[in-house]
């Protein structure tokens, strides 16, 4: 089975804790709300979004973020926007 990555960029009023979702399903090829796993399984989603808000990224640099979610490997990218990889196959 091919793996497959997608980059999502995120969306001007979207929260990162959104576009880690969006990149989840998309990299699985299902439907967001078809996910057999949560963002909370990973992350504290609003945690998370403080850490890539606009304020805090104006004020210091934000890391990008890696973690596994639902069989996928994540990356938080500094602008808040977010990429999977399946890792399962």
Do not use: I, Q
Not at 45 to 56: E, F
Not at 70 to 77: A, E, L
Request: net charge negative; hydrophobic share 35%; charged share 35%.
């Amino acid at each position: 089975m091919e793996r497959r990555t997608l980059e999502t960029a995120r969306r001007r009023s979207e929260a990162p804790s959104t576009a880690v979702v969006r990149a989840v399903a998309a990299a699985r090829g299902v439907d967001p709300v078809d996910l057999d796993c949560r963002l909370t399984d990973a992350v504290d989603p609003d945690a998370l979004d403080r850490l890539y808000s606009d304020d805090r990224r104006r004020a210091s640099t934000t890391p990008e973020l890696e973690f596994s979610l639902g069989g996928c490997s994540v990356t938080v990218h500094e602008d808040g926007s977010a990429s999977a990889t399946e890792t399962t196959v």
